[in-house]
């Protein structure tokens, strides 16, 4: 993969880490699709960055993601890249569960990205080359507790992109995971050691993406601490610091 010159589906592209990078990916010369639930924000998006495309996505139907599958192919059968980005975060109080809470972010954070990828892995596979990129998060190795659903959520994306990366190895499909730390979306909000800006993000991710042709992974600086805690051995003493102080966002 060159990521240029490349047909590229980002979900969750109205904003935040898929709005930046379906802004870097399509600077880099690549026709860029994004999807998402808020049809203002995909055209608000589209319109600041005009030859971006975009279509309404609500990823937690199943009915919806079959048929926006089969719309996205009609309108780009050059299609070689799906970026599975969009999710939501809910906090939760496991003391007073809420169902419809728990089903919500399951359906949108995980069957809707397996529902898309079976929907498109046979036309992905017919291209010259092609890549799946699952944009998971550093709390799929130290979940935050007050986020139950969304770190097994997250856990389990992890443990999926493993499972069909070994699957396709004979394929011409590459499969790339992107653990990110907490990014800040706000305009004022700065680097730090605990999470970084979605404009910096998004400048680490390129250059990874574009300087190591064959990568598995892509870890940033600030997501490090998280995603290798257990290879460290100290995971206890991050779990520990993840869950005892309020943190200001989510990755």
């Known amino acids: 993969m060159h990521w240029t010159d490349d047909t590229i589906l980002i979900t969750g592209g109205g904003s935040g880490i898929g709005a930046g990078l379906a802004a870097a990916l399509h600077r880099a010369g690549n026709q860029v699709v994004i999807a998402g639930r808020r049809r203002e924000a995909l055209h608000a998006v589209a319109r600041r960055h005009p030859g971006i495309a975009y279509l309404p996505l609500d990823q937690s139907d199943a009915g919806a993601v079959r048929t926006f599958a089969d719309e996205v192919l009609k309108r ?3 299609l070689n890249v799906l970026i599975n980005n969009a999710g939501i975060v809910r906090t939760e109080d496991l003391h007073a569960p809420d169902p419809d809470v728990m089903g919500d972010v399951v359906s949108t954070n995980l069957l809707g990205p397996l529902l898309l990828t079976a929907h498109l892995l046979p036309a992905l596979g017919r291209r010259p080359s092609a890549a799946i990129v699952n944009v998971t998060s550093s709390l799929a190795f130290v979940p935050k507790a007050d986020l139950p659903t969304y770190c097994a959520t997250k856990a389990a994306m992890h443990s999926y992109t493993e499972s069909l990366r070994f699957q396709l190895r004979d394929s011409r499909i590459r499969v790339i995971e992107i653990p990110p730390p907490r990014v800040y979306t706000e305009e004022d909000a700065v680097d730090d050691d605990a999470g970084v ?9 390129m250059s990874q993406l574009t300087s190591r042709s064959a990568t598995r992974e892509v870890v940033v600086d600030a997501a490090a601490l998280l995603r ?6 100290d995971y206890q003493e991050v779990y520990a610091k993840v869950n005892d102080k309020e943190l200001k966002g989510t990755p």
């Open 76 to 78: 780009h059968p050059r």
């Open 228 to 233: 290798f805690a257990e290879r460290r051995g």
């Open 197 to 205: 800006g979605v404009d910096g993000f998004v400048r680490d991710v």
